[in-house]
């Protein structure tokens, strides 16, 4: 019964040792989709204007005078501060794994022009 259960125990270590089937993308061009995306986003920010302004108006037909411009600050400040993280702080963890962008957090897209 001892050897069946440390057979059993085992056994689920044979995948872990199993060649990586997805090749990973090399850590200088994880860097330099990173910068892309922080400068797109940083220069497509004003974009937000149109995109909250649509929001508002399918979310809130009768209220979005007032939520507008609200709406519009603070996701121009998450897309303005994600894109500043993405330039500065997100290249230097690129080869410890996450690099996912604060917009995603907020949960918004990752460029203006995607819809949420």
Known sequence: MTWVLIGLLFLGTVPLFAA???KKESTLRQIASIEERGFG??????GELVHAFEVEKKSHPKAW????FPRFFVNTAIRIG????????????AAAGDTTPLTRHFELSDYVWEKE
């Open 20 to 22: 990586e089937a997805v």
């Open 41 to 46: 986003n940083l220069l497509t920010s004003p």
């Open 65 to 68: 005078p007032v939520t507008y």
């Open 82 to 93: 994600s894109s500043v993280n993405d330039i500065l702080v997100l290249p230097w963890c």
